[in-house]
């Protein structure tokens, strides 16, 4: 019998790992209901204790006695800026390089015609490659970009996008890719495939959606020419938070993206008549921000102040790998079929599952307290958040997703019915 057979001897093997960790403390900053155990933080993430308080003041003083006084008096117009610069602590990049703004879509739109317009003269290049089953809205914007360039998007798979690149050879304009897949975490080598775009004359745009607060990368050092992410997924930021967009500084002074806007001008408030870009990553601002997001999204980070990323994913590691460990000692009789690489430095914080009643078990899940979420067609997802999450939380789980299988509980008809959001 495997050490990890039954609940009890979960838990045991669970308490041992969790005495090792150096980021228990972080649990606290963190306000989770009681009886849940939270396995969606890579979509929507956990409420930081912080962020209350703040938007609280953010609205309360800050909106309702400073009024419009606050863009200055309380240094609300610099935010994007600030938020820029706590990401790129986490991301590997320079304050310079980095600016909160829009959604990902959006920052994906503008970075995409600025690689675009960077090889502007170079007609013969004319192919972006991006990856067939990624999130469908970096396939969506990349197409509807291509269409209005005139270029033509060539879609290859995990294990294709290589030779595909190579293959495009010198008529290789962009390559965006996610790099963590958002249904079964497999991560790209992203130094790798940064030089091997780089080396056929490409400018590399890479999605963090799944990446950043979970996983350390080094933008900079890898000399990667975009990227952009959510903020509201391990950044914790809220529903609809803000996103980002990192440019290589020396990429900055020529970029040119066609969402220009006045908080993008070189002197928004002079209102001039005719765009001038600013010279700095703010050339990438378009409008006024969602300034209580922003704030909201500003005091989430805070929790990562301290934080060292190698020991984040270290921790994610354990999680996932005693996450797939006990899954398979509890739950290998039922019908499902690992997603995600087995080999933790091959995965993002997520595992995923397979199962043909994959949304009805889900939903027996979350009814138990057990929040994951569904991908169509059959895949259960799991994120791991290692600043809240424990293996103790994990050990449970599986006692219940195993009592859920074992009793057929999941067969109840309204597990079944479909909900809008999955
Ligand atoms: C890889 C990836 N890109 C982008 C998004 C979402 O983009 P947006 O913030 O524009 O909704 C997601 C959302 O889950 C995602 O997984």
């Not at 950044?235 to 500084?249: D, H, S």
């Not at 929040?371 to 600043?387: N, V």
Request: charged share 20%.
């Amino acid at each position: 019998m495997s050490n990890l057979a039954t609940p009890q001897l979960a838990l045991a093997r669970a308490d041992q790992l969790d005495t090792a960790d150096s980021l228990a403390a972080s649990r606290d900053k963190f306000s989770l209901p009681d009886g849940v155990i939270y396995l969606d933080g890579n979509s929507l993430g956990a409420l930081p204790k912080a962020v209350g308080a703040r938007l609280h003041r953010a609205i309360h003083e800050e909106w309702g006695v400073g009024l419009i006084r606050s863009w200055n008096d309380a240094d609300w117009y610099p935010a994007p800026q600030r938020v820029g610069a706590k990401i790129a602590a986490l991301t590997g990049a320079s304050a310079r390089e980095v600016i909160a703004c829009d959604s990902t879509t959006v920052n994906l739109f503008k970075v995409l015609c600025a690689a675009i317009n960077a090889q502007a003269g170079r007609a013969e290049r004319d192919v972006i490659v991006c990856e067939e089953g990624n999130f469908p809205t970096d396939g969506y914007i990349a197409e509807s970009t291509a269409a209005l360039y005139g270029k033509q998007v060539v879609f290859a798979n995990q294990d294709t996008i290589e030779a595909t690149i190579a293959g495009v050879g010198n008529k290789l304009c962009a390559v965006a890719l996610t790099h963590v897949h958002y249904k079964t975490g497999r991560i790209y080598d992203m130094q790798r495939i940064t030089a091997l775009v780089q080396q056929h004359g490409g400018r590399m745009i890479w999605d963090l959606a799944h990446t950043a607060g979970v996983i350390p990368v080094a933008l900079h050092a890898w000399n990667v020419d975009y990227a952009v992410g959510c903020g509201y997924k391990y950044l914790n930021g809220g529903p609809g938070a803000p996103a980002y967009v990192y440019v290589r500084e020396d990429l900055i002074a020529q970029l040119e993206q066609p969402l220009v806007g006045w908080h993008g001008h070189a002197a928004p408030f002079s209102f001039e008549q005719h765009f001038r870009a600013h010279p700095s990553i703010d050339r990438m601002l378009v409008g006024t921000a969602s300034q209580l997001s922003m704030i909201s999204l500003e005091a989430a980070l805070d929790v990562y102040a301290d934080i060292d990323m190698q020991a984040v994913r270290a921790k994610s590691m354990s999680l996932t790998d005693f996450f797939i460990d006990c899954f398979d000692a509890q739950l290998a009789d039922y019908g499902f079929g690992l997603a995600s690489p087995r080999e933790a430095h091959l995965r993002g914080s997520q595992v995923s599952f397979t199962h043909p009643q994959g949304y009805a078990i889900m939903q027996a899940l979350i009814e138990r307290g057990v929040i994951g979420d569904f991908r169509a067609p059959d895949i259960l997802r799991f994120g791991f958040a290692p600043l809240y999450l424990s293996h103790r939380d994990v050990a449970n789980a599986i006692a219940i997703a195993a009592e859920i299988m074992r009793s057929g509980s999941w067969r109840e008809a309204k597990y079944a019915q479909k909900k809008a959001v999955t």
